[in-house]
């Protein structure tokens, strides 16, 4: 009894912190500067709100209705989210080459948000593709677990107190954030083919972002 109760503990099956930062994502949209902007500022968080409704709606808090469609309109959601973060990420590569180089708020700015909305973006989509998503995952669903797409720390010790142990949200999110920054795996794995090209179109991003814009954006500051 007091094993089922720790592996019980261990369970992440909460849908709303992924659900509340694609919501903090969809909010920044507003804040991306018009000078990188070809698209009407209302058009993606009104995009992505339509899309997120139903994920809200059916499971606001906690993974309790197994939906298969609800996996693909994440999916949808997040590939526009991606999307939209590479056309702005163009769009300040294009500004910085023919607009103002002095107006050095706009790149630093620009980055950020395209920076943030990279990271959380990319850690949802970890956190709904490895082994088929977050009711795979969970035993108490009977959604069937595909294999493994990342191997975390905790998958790989026998310690007491790790039985059962599953990756939640945050794991995520640091995954996506160390992908982000190091441009590189940390201490998390990637084992199969998608997860892989998905960190490295992430890492992809995440470089141009940092490395060309941002460093071009502090020396004209």
Sequence with gaps: MKKASKASRMRHTRRWPASLAVVAVLVLQLLVPTQINGLPRWLMPTLGLLLLLPLVWMNPFHLQRDEPWLRWVELVLLAVLVLANMFYLGGLIYFLNHG??????????????????????????????????????????????????LLFPQMTVDLEGWQGWLPGFTDYLFVSFTAATAFSPTDTMPLTARVKTLMGIQSGVSLLTIAVIAARAVNVL
Excluded: C
Aim: overall charge negative; aromatic content about 12%.
């Design 100 to 149: 103002d180089a002095n107006q050095g708020s706009v790149l630093v700015k620009g980055a950020v948000l395209i920076w943030v909305t990279n990271v959380v973006a990319f850690a949802v989509w970890y956190w709904e593709v490895d082994r088929g998503g977050p009711f795979a995952r969970a035993p108490e669903h009977e959604r069937e677990a595909e294999r493994a797409d």
